[in-house]
């Protein structure tokens, strides 16, 4: 018999009383179980203030937390002043609701939506937030150190990512992340780069196949513009582990290793199913007429790597493929990163449309 997920509240629901009885009811209408204080719920619907936005400390990475804060208006600069909210109450995602007006979203990705209040409000809202509560995240790295020597230099591949990245920071296209360890505290930094794998220093990531089995990847929380060193910089993925739900890595003997981009469940789904697929690459920008996947998972989801692989597997070609990730930016395979720098010059947009 399949458990139902576990969910709980957090904090306290000042001014949202009625609006967390109303989610409390959908959750529950949908097969979710309230517990008081259970040991590792899927999702916590996390209350906070903003003079005190309380962490939920979860136990687990499977963990997914929602925090909840009640605002009298919507601030002018939505991102730089309610990204701190977000991170600093440890969360996924942040819903801020303005009394008559709606709920705003904010994702760690840095997507941004809206929902009116009105009819069918907390359905509404459940069905934003459900997605995220149910994902499975990918972060986890093993990594051995069985690289073959000849590889521990990095080869003429590994220096096309290099290559490849300094390109994409010429071209603007590595946007600076959000300055997380400017508004938390050192212990908190660490949870969060921990937890969803990110805190780094640009967005976006690169990776280009070696053989059958490997591709080579940057690493997570690296400048993308810099990639030089094998086991820290530029990664090779050998494989995916189910059981352990963790990517497998090869590194050089004696490298003290950073960790894959926490993408890599996503460009692995990818290289196994075409082999013509010769590398990928991610950024948080647009292209015009990009198909988008349909809802935005979390990054280093296995949710968001799937959806991503559906709309691979549906391109005319895959190894020719721009997807769109919802709220989020492009996904782009190709033959080599050549081949997909040559056709995305001058074609990205900068800015993700929202919605
Ligand atoms: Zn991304």
Not at 147 to 174: H, V
Not at 241 to 262: C, F, H, Q, T, Y
Not at 302 to 308: G, H, M, N, P, R
Request: hydrophobic letters at 40%; one cysteine or more; proline letters at 7%.
């Amino acid at each position: 018999m399949q458990t139902s997920p576990v969910f709980t509240l957090s904090g306290e629901a000042v001014g949202l009383e009625l609006l967390v009885h109303d989610l409390k009811t959908v959750f529950e209408s949908k097969g979710y179980d309230y517990q008081s204080e259970p040991e590792t719920p899927r999702m916590v619907l996390n209350l906070i203030t903003s003079a005190k936005p309380q962490p939920y400390r979860r136990r687990a990475q499977a963990t997914m937390v929602i925090s909840l804060l009640e605002l009298p208006k919507v601030p002018d600069n939505l991102i730089a002043e309610l990204y701190p909210y977000l991170v600093r109450a440890l969360s996924n995602m942040l819903v801020v609701y303005v009394s008559g007006v709606g709920a705003h979203f904010l994702t760690l990705e840095l997507g941004q939506y809206f929902e009116p209040e009105g009819p069918r409000f907390a359905e509404r809202l459940f069905e934003r937030i459900e997605p995220i509560a149910s994902s499975v995240l990918v972060v986890a790295n093993q990594f051995d150190p069985d690289l073959e020597p000849e590889l521990w230099k990095g080869d003429a591949l590994s220096q096309s990512i290099s290559a490849a990245g300094r390109k994409l920071a010429d071209w603007d296209l590595l946007p600076t992340a959000f300055p997380l360890e400017d508004i938390l505290p050192p212990e908190d930094f660490r949870h969060v780069k921990r937890l969803y794998g990110i805190g780094g220093l640009s967005y976006g990531n690169l990776s280009t196949r070696k053989d059958d089995t490997r591709f080579w990847m940057s690493a997570s929380g690296v400048n993308k513009a810099n990639l030089r060193e094998v086991g820290r910089d530029i990664l090779l993925v050998k494989d995916y582990d189910i059981a352990k739900n963790a990517m497998l890595l090869s590194v050089p003997p004696g490298v003290e290793p950073r960790r894959v981009s926490v993408d890599a469940i996503e460009h692995w789904m990818i290289y196994r199913e075409h082999p013509q697929v010769g590398a990928i690459i991610h950024v948080h920008a647009w292209m015009e007429g990009a198909p988008s996947t349909q809802f935005n998972y979390p990054c280093g989801t296995y949710e968001l790597a799937d959806a991503v692989a559906q709309k691979v597997r549906e391109a005319t070609d895959p190894s020719q493929a721009v997807v769109g990730l919802k709220n989020h930016g492009l996904t782009i395979t190709g033959r080599s990163l050549e081949d997909i720098l040559n056709r995305i010059e001058g074609r990205l947009l900068r800015q993700v449309p929202m919605s």
